[in-house]
């Protein structure tokens, strides 16, 4: 079983405002992913980290920022939120498996 | 490029029917793995099982089965004598092993909408 954790789990915020979403893992993986899933359930890739002070854009472009300072810390950022950003986040994390675990999500409301 | 397709959108079931669900994929990496998640509606992923391409035997899992074909390309999930608690939905994935791609990009179907009633 995974320990992947993500708060806060719903978050309903007005436009302009910058919102940080928070994950952390207690399993020492290095690999770290987020993904976005829009209401036709399609996930896509938006940042992955390989470790510490590695982070790179996934294939979906998003607005979002992201660090990695700590191995069990991969924070994503909007430093100004529109409607559009109305989504669901996922994080999920890697181990030397090939099997990636997804924390619980945060359903994000931008009004 | 690599592709993943559940057609099935949306699959509805009685309780104690069995029920199939389809996953086909592209890939042209000779060595790649397969994953089926389930997402119930608490919105977590939860992963279910692992195939690795070289691996054709096909598994068991109390009520979960899985059948990989490789000369069909296609990782199909059944589930036996459903349960309420199956509905959710279920997307297969695929990640390939080429080119150094180490970090472990895994390419996701559209989802398949499994509700079982009562």
């Known amino acids: 079983e995974a320990d992947i954790y993500q708060t806060p789990r719903y978050l309903v915020i007005g436009t302009g405002k910058k919102i940080t979403l928070e994950c952390s893992q207690t399993?020492?993986?290095?690999?770290m992913y987020w993904y976005q899933q829009d209401p036709g359930m399609e996930l896509h890739l938006i940042h992955y980290?390989?470790?510490?002070?590695?982070?790179e854009k996934g294939d979906l472009s998003s607005e979002s920022t992201v660090s990695r300072i700590r191995t069990e810390h991969f924070p994503l950022t909007l430093e100004s939120a529109r409607p559009s950003h109305t989504s669901q986040y996922l994080c999920a994390s890697r181990g030397r498996g090939y099997e990636q675990y997804f924390g619980p999500g945060t359903r994000l409301t931008v009004t | 490029a690599q592709k993943v397709t559940q057609a099935q959108t949306e699959i509805s079931v009685v309780e104690k029917e069995d029920v199939t669900l389809d996953c086909v994929y592209e890939?042209?990496?000779?060595?790649?793995?397969l994953f089926w998640y389930k997402q119930p509606p608490s919105g977590e992923l939860v992963f279910l099982i692992r195939r690795n391409s070289f691996d054709e035997q096909n598994e068991i899992s109390g009520r979960y089965s899985w059948n990989f074909q490789k000369s069909t390309s296609s990782f199909n999930f059944t589930i036996t004598a459903s349960q309420v608690v199956d509905s959710a939905v279920y997307f297969c994935a695929l990640r390939g092993n080429a080119g150094g791609t180490s970090y472990g990009k895994l390419t996701f179907g559209q989802g398949t909408i499994l509700t079982v009633h009562p």
């Open positions: 890939t042209r990496d000779t060595t790649y793995y």
């Open positions: 399993m020492g993986h290095d690999k």
């Open positions: 980290s390989y470790g510490v002070n590695s982070t």
